[in-house]
């Protein structure tokens, strides 16, 4: 089983990644978070890695943290929630306001994530809410520097977006709202408005 990768940062994208270790390629999904985490291309990274292995298909899973690692490892321990899902979630709210919201039963805000629905949320908070001691330290990754107009960040959010089941004109049209609503206009920022806005 790889529980951890160092390598070279060979392909950046903003649900997958590849790090290069010995000569081989190890592709990883990753939530948004961690994308926003790492250093540009052909630098070192290191990732906290779960393996999910299916009968189908190996899939490997990145963190920048081993905490956030944790958090998605409790996530797919809740009846009908898969390893995609759980990314998804925590590509949808920040860590720790994920954790906040679980401790408070605040299902309102875990529903506004993409393919979680009431009864999922209302299961999240049942299976978890009493198992979350040593989370609430997790730190949001920040975002990146300020893009212009129709920036390649714009273009990794638009993707994130579609990834995630928006159809691009409401991926779109939720962007250009986001640009002049988000707290700061890194990718997490940016990315995270628009999601609010495209339901």
Do not use: W
């Not at 393996?51 to 809740?78: H, N, P, Q």
């Not at 949320?121 to 129709?150: C, H, N, Y």
């Amino acid at each position: 089983m790889i529980a951890h990768l160092r390598g070279i940062l060979i392909e950046k994208h903003p649900h997958e990644v590849i790090v290069e270790c010995g000569g081989v390629g190890y592709a990883l999904n990753v939530p948004v978070s961690t994308f926003t985490a790492l250093p540009d291309l052909q630098q070192e990274a290191r990732m906290h890695v779960y393996t999910s292995v299916r009968e189908d298909a190996i899939v490997l899973y990145g963190f920048a943290t081993r905490e956030e690692k944790s958090l998605f490892e409790r996530l797919i321990t809740v009846s009908g929630i898969g390893p995609k899902l759980a990314v998804t979630i925590l590509s949808g709210m920040a860590a720790p306001d994920l954790v906040t919201a679980i401790a408070a039963g605040d299902t309102a805000k875990l529903v506004r994530v993409p393919g979680v629905g009431k009864k999922t949320a209302e299961r999240i908070v049942l299976e978890l809410k009493d198992k979350l001691q040593g989370f609430e330290t997790l730190v949001p990754a920040s975002g990146s520097a300020p893009p212009p107009r129709l920036s390649p960040v714009d273009e990794d959010v638009l993707s994130a977006l579609v990834n995630l089941g928006c159809a691009r004109p409401a991926a779109e049209a939720a962007l250009l709202k986001a640009k002049g609503l988000a707290e700061g206009s890194g990718f997490e920022s940016l990315f995270r408005k628009a999601l609010e806005l495209v339901r």
